[in-house]
């Protein structure tokens, strides 16, 4: 049986997400990303990462839909012996998100537990099902943001969600360590992709103030955040745990 690490990344597609997974392959582990409606985008991740020499499948996933979640992980199952020649896997990203810029005043109860869903109750019983498919040893990584620390106007409903899921992180890697398995959360400030509709990306005003307020200069980019996220998946990173690493070139400082 192959000795190669696996890891599991939601949202790995586009983006963020896209990034890890390529980082993960060029550190040597095998990558089962998911997808929520591009299943093109998917297909071409996993010909980047098997053109690297690493295996790769896309799985299709509503991060969102704890009712899904079952028939999901039947289906991890089923690529991870077919595709991988293995029962488990090592290390869990829990990335897929989508955003909210509305003031708190206006927040409907619609969009409030839309972005709990995702950000919150999605990661948490995904997790949760995951882990008899997780390897001892293994790690998981929970995607935050920089608006946990710093105040940005709109952002209150995200934010929230985004700090429950600092504070999961503590006690799933309490209860986890038995199993030797590091939780960790890696935390971007504002970065160029099309998440929130590309705001910070397109929105030149924006990115111009973000990027003011950022002791780098600039706004982030995904190649500033895959690297971080792969290394926490070696074993140079074996006694990082229970850790918030925000990863956002002074944003806010």
């Excluded at 620390?149 to 985004?162: L, M």
Aim: charged share 20%; hydrophobic share 40%.
């Amino acid at each position: 049986m192959s000795t190669t690490k696996i890891a599991l990344v939601t949202g790995g597609s586009r983006g963020l997400g896209k990034n890890m997974a390529l980082n993960l392959a060029a550190k040597g582990l095998d990558v089962i990303l998911t997808y929520h409606s591009k299943q093109d985008e998917a297909a071409a991740v996993v010909a980047e990462i098997e053109a690297q020499g690493r295996k790769a499948a896309a799985l299709q996933l509503d991060a969102s839909n704890v009712g899904s979640f079952d028939a999901f992980l039947e289906q991890v199952k089923t690529t991870l012996s077919s595709t991988f020649g293995t029962e488990q896997f090592d290390f869990l990203i829990n990335n897929a998100g989508t955003g909210l810029y509305a003031p708190f005043a206006e927040t409907t109860e619609q969009q409030f537990d839309d972005i709990l869903n995702i950000h919150l109750k999605g990661p948490f019983f995904l997790t949760q099902k995951a882990l008899p498919l997780l390897n001892d040893g293994g790690g998981i990584i929970n995607i935050s943001s920089g608006l946990t620390r710093i105040i940005y106007p709109n952002s209150s409903a995200y934010a929230s969600a985004k700090t429950a899921v600092e504070t999961l992180t503590k006690y799933q890697a309490k209860e986890l360590a038995s199993r030797r398995i590091r939780v960790n959360i890696v935390a971007p400030g504002a970065i160029e992709t099309d998440f929130g509709g590309g705001r910070t990306r397109d929105n030149k005003e924006i990115n111009a103030h973000i990027a003011s307020l950022t002791a780098m200069g600039r706004v982030g980019l995904p190649t500033d955040i895959g690297p971080v996220v792969a290394f926490l998946c070696t074993e140079e990173a074996g006694w990082i745990d229970a850790q918030r690493i925000e990863v956002s070139g002074g944003q806010g400082i």
